[in-house]
């Protein structure tokens, strides 16, 4: 290494002919210089492989940007790739700036470990759900790549693949996901602009509200006998008894419930606040028949009572029921409108239908409306008789302001709740 000189001008032929540093030597490389670009070095390792660099000085500090491994660079390239950062250097910028930032900046499962889950984990009831997309979905697909290197065609092309492999609800949930871990990274600071910012969602098809007939409700409860899923089928039951979503039945504890005053406790329900629900008599009997009382902490265990998780898919339960009773496919949550519709058809009002179901808005209500018609009906009768006994001159003084006598006109069938 005493002869070989530090400083020439680079040549394809020289630097081929480059020794490995000696393995006895203190530095883990040694540099030779260009003489004809100022600042381009190849450092050669003990194991001889050589790496280009570009030395200079920005703001008083020292600084070194890595151009690439030789041959693979070549020398002109790496010249050419000098020149450019001496450029940006005589522009005032720092040539290794844009690669510190890349350098600092996080993947997108860094960002995901270490700052949206555990915020998520704090402020969202669905943080279950958040982690079940990343881990099945975008963490194979960026996982590796850094925050700033995400594109929005990327993006578009990836929710493209999961619409048509899935469906566009699922699409747009992930999307949906993404674009909200994305916006807090530009809110924190950790990068410029939302690549998912302009990405269209995708048309949802409204999913059909299906309830069951009378006769279809007779079947299914036939169908039920003997079924192995004990509290499979016990929860399908109580699910249409009561009217709750999945989980507020599914993951219910022994000590939500109060079987002597008919009341159960919801402590987080949808709509973020709790609530009181009143059971039915049904109701009460079927939690009183079950075994799991006093033996599990959940009214609903898993495959058995000494399971410490709760029941958890019954989708396949109701689906194996409904094929035996030769009733068309339909959805957990169709329990629920069936609850509602059973009210509804039989003159329950929209405001106590409202309540039952722990509605945060009538709006939300207002699906069962059509099927209130019987009571409605009912009520423009009452008008209607009084209309025409008055024109037939026996109104009774309903109409004059008369009082009312025995030979008023009759209400139709005693009584009509109007819905409202």
Known sequence: MATLARKFRFTQRDLDRLPPC????????????????????LSVTKGGRKFWFWRYTFDGRKRAARIGEYPATDLAAAR?????????????????????????????????????????????????DDAH?????????????????????????????????????????ILSLIARMLKLATIWGIIE?????????????????R????DEIARLFQAMEGD????????????????????????????????????????????????????????????EGLQSHGHSQWIFPGKNLADD??????????????????IDRMRVHDLRHTYASVMAQNGVSLFVIQSALGHSSPMMTMRYAHLCDTALRDATNVVG??????????????????????????IVDGQAEICR
């Open 211 to 214: 309830f069951l007939t009378s």
């Open 228 to 287: 192995s899923h004990i509290y499979g089928v016990a929860g399908i039951k109580f699910l249409l008894l009561t009217g709750l979503r999945r989980n507020e039945a599914l993951r219910a504890k022994w000590e939500q419930v109060d079987l002597g005053r008919g009341l159960m406790h919801l402590p987080q329900t949808k709509s973020g606040k709790s609530r009181h629900i009143v059971l039915s008599a049904q109701a009460r009997m079927l939690l």
């Open 133 to 173: 997309r990343l881990k099945n979905h975008l963490l194979p697909r960026f996982g590796h790549k850094k925050l700033s290197e995400i594109s929005t065609r990327e993006i578009q092309a990836f929710i493209g693949e999961i619409a048509k492999s899935r469906t566009p609800a699922t699409a747009n949930r």
């Open 385 to 410: 008789n009084v209309v025409r006994a008055a024109v037939n001159g026996d109104d009774g003084g309903v109409l004059s302001g008369k009082p009312q006598g025995a030979s008023s006109v009759p």
């Open 22 to 41: 000696p393995p006895d030597a203190a530095s883990k490389a040694y540099e030779v210089s260009d003489t004809e670009v100022t600042g381009l070095r």
């Open 309 to 326: 998780r709760p029941v958890y898919n019954i989708d396949k339960c109701l689906q194996r029921l409904l094929e035996k009773a030769g």
């Open 80 to 128: 050419k790739r000098a020149g450019e950062m001496r450029s940006m250097l005589d522009m005032g910028k720092d040539a290794q700036e844009e690669k510190d930032e890349l350098k600092a900046m996080p993947s997108f499962a860094e960002f995901a470990e270490r700052e949206y889950m555990p915020m998520a984990r704090q402020t969202k009831r669905s943080h279950k």
């Open 193 to 209: 602009k939302n690549p998912c910012y302009g990405i269209a969602k995708f048309r949802e098809q409204r999913a059909r509200e």
